[in-house]
């Protein structure tokens, strides 16, 4: 006897057996069997098999339907019922409401951060938030915050010239600073300036002084300028 | 495909439901009616062979009882197939541990003389029913829900806790396993 290959057949044989297939798939199931023999001994067994293991176990279904109204409270009735119920809904909905508004108010607390770092990225600009202090101290040359967009990126030290100055720290070493006028503008650098800048920066600690060296003032004018004007 | 779907059926059955929460005792009977004989088949063919309507019965009182839990995601008949399958996996449990009771598991064949006993049936049929009685508890479970309920190899991974592919590749082996045993 071949072996049946169309599987798709085979797995609707039971259906016929039990006769709950569509017309259209009753003549179908039927002209493929007509053809495979492995599938019409199947489907004999099928149909010889139903009656033997339909006959038993009997039950008796009003013993059982009556246990289940004596067994089943009607408030379990009842509360099936109120499972259904609109405020259910409305909880659901209430619950989803607040979970957006917690997510917006949590969304809008990073953007308005966000603009800090904004400023600061973008030294061509030649734009300062001289007015946001959160940007002033800062304390080391943070890459993401400091780099400029070419050229500089390579070494650190560059970035931290290349800040605006309300980003560079306040104890930048006087070398640098003496470079920081020129420096607002990085894109605006010639090759040899980039090079002399580097060779500045190459001599500097990465621990900034605690303090300034006599005579230069962190933010470039000189300490006797300072004293002479009434301090 | 069928013209007998589970789609089709579930409307009148949740019918019911609403009836029965709706106060019609009437509405409860109709539905154990329905579907209490192909419960116990489904008890029988895991080896229950006892206790078979106490079984039954525990599943409609707990079903009834449960009705939240019913979704409407698969047929009230599977649901209550699934709900049949763990009761017996609860009771497995308790006999195991009083020892009263071999447990029921896959690969412990039912004696043909306890299956058939009390039957008188001719001796094809005698067979037959012998045959299926040497398949495992799964296989034999599988088979039973496939050709006397009519159920679909989705239908009946949900209420065994079997997978489609698995239950398909089950019937297979029982049909093969039967035809082979018929054929000795």
Redesign the interface.
């Given at each position: 006897m071949s072996e049946c290959t169309n599987g798709a057949m085979r797995d609707l044989l039971p259906e016929l057996a039990n006769e709950r297939l569509s017309a259209e798939m009753r003549l179908a199931v039927e002209a493929h069997v007509a053809e495979c023999e492995e599938c019409a001994e199947e489907l004999a067994l099928l149909r010889a098999l139903r009656p033997a293991l339909l006959r038993e176990p009997a039950v008796d279904t009003q013993r059982i339907a009556a246990a289940v109204r004596a067994q089943v409270p009607a408030s379990a009735r009842r509360g099936s019922a109120r499972s259904s119920a609109p405020w259910r809904l409305a909880i659901a909905a209430a619950a989803v409401l607040a979970v957006s508004a917690i997510g917006y108010a949590m969304l809008t607390r990073t953007r308005s951060v966000t603009p800090e770092v904004a400023v600061v990225r973008q030294p061509d600009s030649g734009h300062v938030d001289t007015a946001n202090p959160a940007t002033a101290p800062a304390p080391a040359p943070a890459p993401v915050v400091a780099t400029p967009p070419k050229a500089i990126a390579p070494t650190p030290p560059q970035q931290v010239a290349g800040a605006p100055p309300h980003v560079a720290p306040p104890t930048a070493a006087p070398s640098m600073v003496a470079s920081a006028g020129a420096l607002d503008n990085l894109s605006d650098l010639s090759d040899d300036d980039v090079r002399t800048l580097t060779a500045s920066l190459d001599g500097l600690s990465a621990v900034p002084d605690a303090e300034p060296a006599a005579g230069v003032d962190p933010l470039g004018a000189s300490l006797d300028d300072q004293s002479g004007g009434g301090n | 495909?069928?013209?007998?779907t589970p789609s089709e059926l579930a409307p009148d059955d949740v019918a019911l439901i609403a009836r029965?929460?709706?106060?019609e005792?009437r509405a409860?009977?109709m539905l154990?009616?329905r579907h209490?004989?192909g419960i116990?088949?489904f008890v029988?063919s895991l080896g229950e062979r006892d206790e078979?309507?106490e079984v039954?019965?525990d599943t409609?009182?707990r079903a009834?009882?449960?009705?939240?839990s019913f979704r409407g995601e698969s047929t009230f008949r599977t649901w209550l197939l699934t709900i049949a399958r763990n009761l017996l996996r609860d009771r497995q449990r308790v006999r195991k541990r009083t020892k009263l009771h071999v447990e029921i598991q896959e690969g412990d064949i039912v004696s043909s003389s306890n299956a058939l006993e009390g039957?008188v049936?001719a001796e094809?049929?005698q067979r037959?029913?012998s045959a299926?009685e040497t398949l495992s508890p799964m296989q034999r479970s599988i088979f039973?829900l496939?050709?006397?309920e009519?159920l679909s190899y989705k239908e009946i991974a949900i209420a065994v806790g079997s997978t489609e592919g698995a239950a398909?590749v089950h019937y297979h082996n029982a049909?093969r396993a039967?035809?082979e045993k018929?054929d000795e």
């Open positions: - | 495909m069928t013209d007998h029965w929460r709706g106060g005792e409860a009977t154990v009616e209490a004989q116990a088949r029988a078979v309507e039954v019965q409609f009182v009834f009882g449960s009705l939240d039957a049936a094809t049929e037959l029913r299926v039973t496939r050709v006397t009519g398909r049909m039967i035809r018929i």
